[in-house]
């Protein structure tokens, strides 16, 4: 007796994984001194953290994007 012929297996197409989120930029002390003593980094202030969604204190650039000192979340411009 003839065994029926078997389809041959296809493998299932790789895994992709999903586009990962931006990572925050870590925010390095050396470079935080040196941004302070040069005037790019103005004060440090509270606002929003998107990364966090809560308030947090945040090292504010003079180019208006602000550093969270929790997460080291880069916030973009005044938003
Ligand atoms: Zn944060």
Do not use: K, Y
């Amino acid at each position: 007796m003839r065994l029926p012929r078997l389809r041959r297996h296809t493998p299932p197409a790789p895994f992709t994984a999903p586009q990962a989120p931006p990572r925050p930029v870590l925010l390095r002390e050396d470079a935080l001194v040196r941004q302070l003593a040069d005037g790019s980094v103005e004060a440090n202030g509270w606002a929003p953290c998107p990364a966090e969604e809560r308030a947090r204190l945040h090292a504010l650039h003079a180019d208006g994007s602000r550093t969270c000192w929790t997460c080291r979340w880069t916030t973009q411009g005044d938003s």
